[in-house]
């Protein structure tokens, strides 16, 4: 009997996984252009929606905030809402990497290379 011949059977499984893992990979990533997130500012005064891969695809501004006086205000209102929506694209993208690696057994924290 040849010795080693039972690390080759952990190497054709850790193929399979790595294979697995390339196609979860690749739907997941398409995946993140359908997941919508919504951010708001101004208590929903202003709303954000953007993808999970953060593509800006809507905005939604409440009427009431148009006061030629506050143009300030509307623009820090609109800024902070679509950095909340930024953000939570992140999260979101970053939920849906945690569960494709935690079926791996990688850790919860494990960065990947994108």
Same mark, same amino acid.
């Given at each position: ?8 059977? =952990? &190497?054709?499984? !850790? &193929?399979? @996984?790595?294979? /697995? ?6 739907? !997941?990533? #398409? $995946? ?7 951010? #708001?500012?101004? %208590? ?24 030629? =006086? $506050?143009? /300030?205000?509307? /623009?820090?209102?609109? +800024?902070? %809402? ?6 939570? %694209?992140?999260?979101?993208? @970053? @939920? /849906? &990497? ?5 079926? +791996?057994?990688?850790? %919860? =924290? ?5």
């Amino acid at each position: 009997m040849i010795k080693g011949l039972g690390q080759l059977g =952990d &190497m054709a499984k !850790m &193929m399979k @996984q790595a294979q /697995e893992m390339q196609t979860k990979m690749t739907q !997941m990533q #398409e $995946d993140l252009h359908s997941i919508m997130v919504t951010g #708001e500012s101004g %208590a929903g005064l202003v709303k954000a929606t953007a993808t999970a891969k953060g593509e800006l695809k809507g905005l939604d501004i409440d009427p009431s905030i148009f006061n030629g =006086d $506050d143009k /300030e205000v509307v /623009e820090d209102l609109i +800024l902070a %809402a679509i950095k909340d929506a930024q953000s939570k %694209a992140s999260e979101r993208a @970053q @939920q /849906e &990497m945690s569960s494709i690696t935690e079926g +791996l057994g990688l850790p %919860a =924290d494990f960065k990947m290379p994108f």
